[in-house]
């Protein structure tokens, strides 16, 4: 029975797709089979779409996250690439000022160029550690420079690094000579970078702002005419024997990387200082003579 019912089923759907060919009665029919069915298509395949469309998008989103970030680890490298370039050039520019400023001020003269490793943290001392020590001829009261005037000395030095007590440091004391007139006097330090003080200097003498300082050479520790400072304000107090003056260091104290050692001929210093004894003695010897004349 059911195969009886299989076969007029088969001759059943035979008959109709000739008559479909044959003919152009079905078509109308498809059409409106067609226009009911295709919106029961659209809410079948709905759900299946929503989630290849979930899909996607979420593929997608966690591309452009990885994209983002690793766009940013890029930029991060290339930013600090960037900075260290600049930081070399700086440094070259640096190292060729200091070599330039030796090749100038230091004829026949011993220098050693070090960098700076550490500054001092205490805020009452003004001191940097360099990375030059005793076993590289480094000795304690050595004068140290950058590319454009004195910095300090050294204060203490072991085989492998040296402390260098900066101009600035209350301790530090420098005999100086005005540039203009050959006045000569002694710069202290203020405790603050870029802070120093022309001291015991009579309110009569002739200091003015912009007068250039350099080292005189007394002392025997600073050679002769190196930058110290600018002097850049003056003020008198009434009835004081003395006025104020402040200075500022030629050397950028809380910048240079690059330091400058030098071995100041001592027998130059000793030539100075032997000069100055000896115009002492002459210029008090008038006095003298007219005193024993009494």
Same mark, same amino acid.
Not at 78 to 88: G, I, M, Y
Not at 247 to 262: E, K
């Given at each position: 029975m059911r195969g009886l019912q299989t076969l007029l089923l088969i001759l059943l759907a035979i008959a109709l797709l000739v008559f479909d060919y044959r003919t152009t009665y079905f078509v109308k029919i498809r059409l409106i089979l067609a226009t009911i069915v295709t919106p029961l298509q659209y809410v079948v395949s709905a759900p299946f779409d929503l989630v290849d469309w979930m899909s996607t998008s &979420?593929?997608? $989103?966690? $591309?452009? &996250?990885?994209?983002?970030?690793? &766009?940013?680890?890029?930029?991060?490298? #290339?930013? +600090?690439? %960037?900075?260290? *370039?600049?930081?070399?050039?700086?440094?070259?520019?640096? #190292?060729? +000022?200091? %070599?330039? *400023?030796?090749? @100038?001020?230091? +004829?026949?003269?011993?220098? #050693? =160029?070090?960098? =700076?490793? +550490?500054? /001092?943290? /205490?805020?009452? @001392?003004?001191?940097?550690i360099i990375d030059q020590g005793s076993a590289t001829g480094i000795y304690v009261g050595q004068p140290v420079l950058d590319a454009t005037g004195i910095m300090g000395q050294v204060v203490s030095t072991v085989p492998t690094v040296s402390r260098i007590m900066l101009l600035s440091d209350t301790r530090s004391a420098i005999p100086i000579e005005l540039v203009r007139n050959g006045l000569r006097g002694i710069v202290v330090g203020r405790g603050e970078y870029g802070q120093l003080a022309l001291v015991h200097i009579p309110e009569a003498a002739d200091v003015k702002v912009g007068d250039q300082l350099v080292s005189s050479g007394l002392g025997q520790r600073y050679p002769v005419g190196y930058p110290v400072g600018v002097v850049t304000h003056t003020k008198h107090y009434s009835g004081q024997?003395?006025?104020?003056?402040?200075?500022?260091? *030629?050397?950028?104290? /809380?910048? *240079?990387?690059?330091?400058? #050692?030098?071995?100041?001929?001592?027998?130059?210093?000793? $030539?100075?200082v032997q000069q100055e004894l000896t115009e002492t003695t002459k210029a008090s010897k008038p006095f003298k003579d007219m005193h024993s004349n009494e």
């Open positions: &979420l593929t997608t $989103q966690k $591309q452009l &996250l990885a994209e983002n970030t690793r &766009l940013r680890v890029q930029k991060m490298l #290339l930013d +600090a690439q %960037l900075q260290k *370039s600049f930081e070399l050039e700086r440094e070259n520019n640096q #190292l060729r +000022a200091l %070599l330039e *400023s030796a090749k @100038v001020q230091t +004829a026949n003269t011993k220098v #050693l =160029v070090a960098q =700076v490793l +550490a500054v /001092d943290s /205490d805020p009452f @001392v003004q001191e940097v024997p003395f006025m104020e003056i402040a200075v500022q260091p *030629s050397a950028a104290l /809380d910048r *240079s990387r690059l330091v400058l #050692l030098i071995w100041p001929q001592q027998e130059k210093l000793m $030539q100075l």
